[in-house]
């Protein structure tokens, strides 16, 4: 029996609403980076000048403009196409704001891991979040692009409390959750008007570093809702909870393959 990737659409047509989960699969391949020059240049001098560690994910940032993931492009340009005019809601684990590039609606997307949108303190001494900064933002770009050096970078630091401003992400000293809360609470008031609605979930290379922001609850909506089906997608982790009532397929592929190319290969209950 073949399951297709066209199955996981028509199902999603027919739903009333559509889940999307994005996990840490499903993010931009940052090992490509050491195949291009420039990063390779810039990793040697970096290692010579630890007191600039801080502009490492800056760097990030610029790679990501400058440097597609053209894999991850078209995996994207396929969810867009599963989902759209649809009545869905998209919750990501991935910090690398790609999902943003596409016709996504943002009111309909939450980001519990941030991304590099906004900056907070580090220590998140004031609960406050800030715009990235242009002329550092144009620093790093024109460093990355070798017309400037490296000293001609300014460490962002907080106006308050004098700490580092870094990205407001999860890895921070202290995360400030208050980039993404707005966002979670339409999350949680669209998940509740799900109960005994046609529920199509489509779970992304959600593996298990933080089971319990979509691997779990996504199990949990499925065992309440009986008129609901998850398609589990991931290279290792694609095995279904026991409590499902084989309202659910796993398919062991990685993710990203699963939509850029059409590849199935499943587990189903």
Known sequence: MEHTLSKLYADSRESEMVLVGIGEEFQYNWDMLQQNERWNEIADELDEREEYQWVIPFLYKTALMQ???????????????????QNYFILSAAIDDYIYRYSFQKDRI???????????????????????????????EAYFDKKKPLDAIQEPKCRKCGESLKFNQIGA???AQEGYLP???????????????????????AGMQIPTLIRWPFEKIIYYNHKSFLYRIH????????????????????SISFLANGFVKYDCM
């Open 235 to 254: 290279s290792s982790f694609y095995q279904l909870g026991e409590k499902m009532g084989g309202r659910g397929l796993g398919i062991k592929e990685n």
């Open 67 to 85: 440097i597609p993931d053209k894999r991850l492009e078209q995996a994207y340009k396929t969810l867009q196409e599963i989902i759209e005019g």
């Open 183 to 205: 966002q979670w609470e339409k999350y949680t008031k669209w998940i509740q008007g799900t109960v005994n609605k046609k529920l199509c979930v489509i779970e992304l290379g």
């Open 173 to 175: 000293k202290k995360y």
């Open 110 to 140: 939450v980001t519990p891991c941030g991304g590099f949108s906004r900056m907070q303190c580090d220590c998140n001494c004031s609960g406050e979040l800030y715009d990235i900064d242009e002329k550092l933002s144009s620093d790093v």
